[in-house]
């Protein structure tokens, strides 16, 4: 099973600052099958990034993916209110498809 | 629209059996695998299993295999994630959700399961 680590656990940022959220994997990942995805609180995670960098529909340019073998950044390049949220990474290469224990970005 | 609906929430006793819901529309059901993943209380998400609504072929996770049934009625365009006897580590929210070249894109609104005698 590939385990995917996230760093930080938490984030404390203000409005208008930059994010760097990082998903390690513990064995390389085909960049076509890393994702990532926001969820706030009470509701179902929402789709950000596919394919490692590839914006879903709908994302704002402000959300950025890159990365590849088994180091994955998500970048928030300027923080909106709505962007406070947890953020998880997904491997979903070989079984079993695995998760990210989730990075909280919160308002300092 | 792609919608993935959901069966409300349950309350049960642990040793009971469940069956809870997750229905697509707005594509063609037959064409994407459904998902169910899983979300205890506070916690992270994990992958439990996947279903082709077209075939039925269906992979498990192996912390849930053996510990769940995923099935599928194509005729009405829904999946299904089964407990034959629940245990209060069941508790949690249960989420379905449209797999698209294996990443999820659309979710169900997420279903609550709590096992409390």
């Known amino acids: 099973e590939i385990v995917l680590t996230q760093s930080p656990g938490t984030l404390s940022l203000s409005p208008g600052e930059r994010a760097t959220l990082s998903c390690r994997t513990s064995q390389s990942v085909d960049s076509s099958f890393l994702g990532w995805y926001q969820q706030k609180p009470g509701q179902a995670p929402r789709l950000l990034i596919y394919g490692a960098s590839i914006r879903a529909n709908g994302i704002p340019n402000r959300f950025r993916g890159s990365g590849s073998g088994t180091d994955f950044t998500l970048t928030i390049s300027r923080l909106e209110p709505d962007d406070f949220a947890v953020y998880f990474c997904?491997?979903?290469?070989?079984?079993?498809?695995?998760f990210g224990q989730g990075t909280k970005v919160e308002i300092k | 629209e792609v919608l993935m609906v959901q069966s409300r929430a349950e309350v049960r006793k642990p040793g009971e059996s469940l069956r809870i819901s997750c229905k697509g529309s707005?594509?063609?059901?037959?064409?994407?695998?459904i998902a169910w993943v899983r979300q205890m209380p506070g916690k992270g998400l994990e992958w439990m299993g996947v279903i082709h609504p077209g075939d039925s072929d269906t992979k498990y996770s192996p912390s849930f295999e053996d510990q769940v049934t995923i099935s599928v009625d194509e005729s009405i365009n829904t999946a299904y994630l089964q407990w034959n006897s629940l245990k209060t580590s069941d508790t949690a929210i249960y989420y379905c959700?449209?797999?698209?070249?294996?990443?999820?894109?659309?979710w169900g609104q997420g279903t609550l399961i709590t096992v409390s005698s």
């Open positions: 997904h491997q979903y290469g070989p079984l079993p498809w695995t």
């Open positions: 959700a449209r797999n698209s070249h294996a990443f999820f894109d659309y």
């Open positions: 707005g594509y063609t059901f037959t064409s994407y695998w």
